[in-house]
């Protein structure tokens, strides 16, 4: 059975900035089945935004948004006083909207060298080392947004991901990745796969709801198949037993007084 390949669930845990909001879909039971549009809310700003930095390359800093596949008009703004970075997105027909912030450790320079990218389901911006400077006490000057432009991702094909289940358990396979790439890991009923495309230099990101925790990691099977397809086998033994329904009969009490 073929189910749905996006979830609303983010990546690895924040490292710069935890979320302030709990993520109200991580106790829903549907494996596989959650839409896209459920990763979107209607209105900015979006309470399960998830941003983080991490370490790029020649001591760039890099600025990682998650979960904003499907939006096709993306702004992505610095604030020069307060060093905080704001990404909006709007679908094209202005339905859904979404929108992630995160304060960055260090003041910015030579903004005009400071990249983004929007790569698959998320927002990329690159702050090189030239572009860094220590941050300063806060003064009393009018902040002023300054534009990031927003340039076509440098790897335009990203890995295909198929995800079926049958009476064994889950398989998920992701076709045309770099054979060295992968990262698979799970977080209580979460799923998490990580891969660059064959050839490419960018990591693409996926996150799975199990319908139940995993009990025994060791039982799932990750390997790279044929060169370039990741399989992900989850059997059904590897996660927690499902517990039956409580069925009972309730009695009614009556309150009617006795006359």
């Avoid at 941050?135 to 002023?144: C, Q």
């Avoid at 064959?198 to 009990?215: I, Q």
Wanted: net charge negative; with cysteine; glycine share 6%.
């Amino acid at each position: 059975m073929m189910s749905s390949l996006l979830s609303p669930y983010t990546a690895f845990p924040v490292t710069s900035a935890p979320p302030l909001w709990t993520d109200p879909f991580a106790d829903m039971a549907s494996p596989f089945s959650l839409l896209p549009a459920l990763g979107r809310t209607l209105d900015f700003p979006d309470m399960r935004s998830v941003a983080r930095v991490e370490a790029g390359d020649n001591k760039a800093l890099r600025v990682v948004f998650d979960d904003l596949g499907g939006f096709e008009n993306v702004d992505v703004s610095i604030d020069d006083r307060t060093n905080v970075v704001t990404v909006k997105a709007e679908a094209a027909d202005g339905c859904a909207r979404a929108s992630r912030v995160i304060t960055l450790p260090c003041a910015v320079q030579n903004t005009d060298k400071i990249t983004a990218e929007h790569i698959g389901s998320r927002v990329v911006v690159t702050i090189p080392d030239g572009s860094q400077k220590p941050r300063e006490r806060t003064g009393t000057d009018k902040s002023k947004q300054l534009k990031v432009s927003l340039r076509p991702a440098a790897d335009m094909s990203p890995p295909e991901f198929e995800v079926s289940d049958d009476d064994v358990g889950y398989c998920i396979k992701v076709h045309g990745v770099e054979p060295s790439s992968p990262r698979v890991e799970v977080d209580g009923r979460k799923l998490h796969v990580t891969c660059k495309a064959k050839g490419g230099t960018v990591d693409f990101f996926r996150a799975f709801a199990l319908p139940r925790n995993v009990a025994k990691a060791d039982e799932i099977v990750a390997k790279v198949e044929d060169g370039n397809r990741l399989v992900v086998t989850v059997p059904h033994d590897a996660l927690e037993a499902s517990k039956p329904p409580t069925k009972a009969a309730i009695t009614v009490q009556n309150q009617a007084k006795a006359s």
